[in-house]
């Protein structure tokens, strides 16, 4: 009997044995799964919030919405183009404004800074410029107002009487052939189409220039709308100068 139960005693043995490990590993696999349960309860996730978590608007979201749309950026408008009444020589009414291809160019006869203008665009640096434009050059219909203003001084100051003033100015019209401008000749060598109109409130001076992108001065005119070189405007600009032709011209 005895040697019939050892066998079975080496078996209980062994099994007692093993009983630790196997404790040991549980053990460590409870531990395990444990933390793991544990890591997911703590963690937190990102949350994008709205203005409805916020009622009262006094914080702001911690992560910004995405817009849904792509953001545009903003342009300045053009400028609203004026239509101009004008009229021909003979009487006839037209409307000019200026358009992509077409600028409207105001002007005096009687004024030097407009004749330093008409010669710089007469000038054959120029031309390449505007070859593809059309020009319109607009002159005031009554520049014999100035004459007029004249010839009343006069009359304050005893050189003549009010009661020649109309007759003086009708013959000086007479003799200058316009009823419009006071040197028609000015217009003989435009590279353009010419018409009388009243001055718009916008024209402050002469020349202006009228595009699509509104009124500007004659420098930047030919800067901005005729795309010429800023160094090539600039020494236009102090060639024709007015008051370095007058000393020329002494």
């Not at 505007?130 to 219909?141: D, Q, R, Y």
């Not at 050189?159 to 003799?175: G, H, R, T, Y």
């Not at 001055?199 to 030919?222: I, M, Q």
Request: net charge positive; with cysteine; aromatic share 8%.
């Amino acid at each position: 009997m005895k040697v019939r139960g050892i066998p079975w005693l080496s078996v209980a043995l062994i099994l007692l044995a093993s009983l630790p490990f196997r404790a040991a590993q549980s053990l460590g696999d409870l531990a395990r799964a444990q933390k793991a349960k544990q890591n997911q309860t703590t963690k937190k996730t990102t949350k994008i919030y709205s203005n409805d978590d916020f009622p009262n608007g006094n914080a702001e979201p911690a992560v910004a919405a995405q817009p849904t749309h792509p953001v545009v950026a903003a342009t300045r408008p053009l400028p609203s183009v004026p239509t101009i009444t004008a009229e021909t020589s003979d009487g006839q009414s037209v409307q000019l404004e200026p358009d992509n291809g077409t600028d409207l160019v105001f002007m005096a006869t009687w004024c030097p800074h407009s004749t330093a203008l008409k010669n710089m665009i007469n000038d054959p640096r120029t031309r390449p410029y505007w070859a593809n434009k059309k020009l319109v050059f607009l002159f005031s219909k009554n520049e014999w107002g100035r004459v007029e203003s004249y010839l009343k001084d006069m009359a304050k100051s005893g050189k003549i009487s009010e009661n020649e003033i109309p007759a003086k100015l009708e013959q000086l019209k007479s003799k200058a052939g316009s009823p419009y401008v006071t040197d028609p000749a000015f217009l003989n060598d435009l590279p353009g189409e010419y018409y009388f109109c009243s001055r718009p409130k916008e024209v402050s001076g002469y020349p202006t220039a009228l595009s699509v992108l509104g009124y500007t001065n004659k420098l930047n005119w030919l800067i901005r709308d005729l795309k010429m070189p800023r160094a090539l405007a600039q020494e236009l600009e102090d060639q024709y100068d007015p008051s370095t032709q007058n000393v020329a011209d002494k």
